[in-house]
């Protein structure tokens, strides 16, 4: 049985799928608000230094592969033509020559030994490309911190910007306390103290301007990290919740020897290291006694059948050119000196960055709980104050200095909670742990 509407509906129907079609895309185009979730796939699907590094990787594949090529035999197929004419003036008369045709065939070669050089390169290329692999982990794990930073900044500067707001509002109204208790009906304050309250607000409202520039600086680098349109602005950022647990990390000693470990950067310099040691027997060995054996064959099919067998084994010495393969050798075996002493001044780098982590991190979770039993206690401060200022106990600069106690407290609060998130995720970075947002990769 058909359940196809009357034509008379077929129509509208059809306007109503386009539409509910284009609604649907509209919504996933438009996005009210951003996570930090949202943040890191944004940055792995549009980062450019991201996107670098796994074709880097690609084209280090390549040429493993291009490796592992030399070791099987190469067919050529060939197709000539040739129109030749020679004319040749003697005593004779002229004397021409035509040849006009066509050559079909092929050739084939196939290298059978030649002393491991073909080999000191495939397993060259083969560390080279592991290195290289390494390389785009610490690439996208560096871009995935530089993500949580940024996103964390542009949090921190939004609830700067909401403490300015607060700070506007409070020195408002204590100027407008201020006044009342000036007043000549109250004469509670003194006149000179308006002087000091509008001076405290038209602070307030400067420190505001400058948290408000914050958040458009915070927001372009995060922009720009993920690969936002430069001409649309970012949609409302998702706040993270504040700390609560505070989980120690396991002993310093166990994550230095961790992090050198673990590390993609250390990875990648070793695996180069090791790339660079067939280099240096490459070279001793072109330096050196050389046996290659190969095999050639060609044929011809047309205009006539011919075929050619050929069977070689070459042995060679460099007697004398001057010392070129010889310094070329020493040359290789000074590269992986080199190597191994960026590599030990490199891990020496990584134990100073873990240890500077380490510590940081455990002493931004002590800051997050000292910093919230402080303004819990300048808020309380705050109130009792403006509380006697209304009951013309306190003076004003009793209320300014509770006021800036209380700024100083939210300040300190912001700072330290998302100071405790970026040292939380730089410790994962420099000690070689996956990040958050990399596993989708």
Known sequence: MSTM???????PLSCLAVLGASVLAGSAMAQDT??????????RENNGSIKAAYYDLDAAKARTKQSIGAFFPTVTPRLEWNNTRNVTDNSLGDSIFKDD??????????????????QYSLLGSRRS???????????????????????????RSEELLRVSEKQVERSQKILEQTEFGASDEIGAFPKKDILQAKADLLNAKVEYLKSKNLVATSEASLKSTIG??????????????????????????????EGLRDRADLQAQRKRVDAQVFSVKRADREAGVSLDVDINYSRDFSPNHNENRNLALLVTYPLFDGGQLREAARAQKFSLEAARKDLLQAERQATAEIESAYAEFVQNAE???AAKLALEAAQLNYEAATESQKEGIND????????????????NYIEATFDYYVSDVNLRLV???PMPGEANR
């Open 5 to 11: 509407p009357p034509k008379v509906f077929r129509v």
């Open 34 to 43: 951003l996570t930090l979730d949202d943040a890191l796939r944004l940055a």
């Open 101 to 118: 045709g066509t050559t079909t065939g092929f050739n084939a070669s196939w290298k059978i030994f030649d002393l491991g050089l073909r």
């Open 129 to 155: 490309e592991d290195a290289t692999r390494y390389d785009a982990l610490q690439t996208l794990r560096n871009i995935l911190y530089t993500v949580h930073q940024q996103f964390y900044d542009a949090l």
């Open 228 to 257: 936002w349109p430069n001409t649309k602005e970012l949609p409302q950022l998702v706040k993270i919740d504040a700390p609560t647990d505070f989980p120690m990390p396991p002993p310093r000693d166990q994550v230095v020897e």
């Open 367 to 369: 800051r997050v709980a």
């Open 396 to 411: 004003l600069i009793a209320v300014l200095t509770a006021q800036v106690s209380l700024v100083t407290a939210e300040s």
């Open 431 to 433: 000690t070689g742990k």
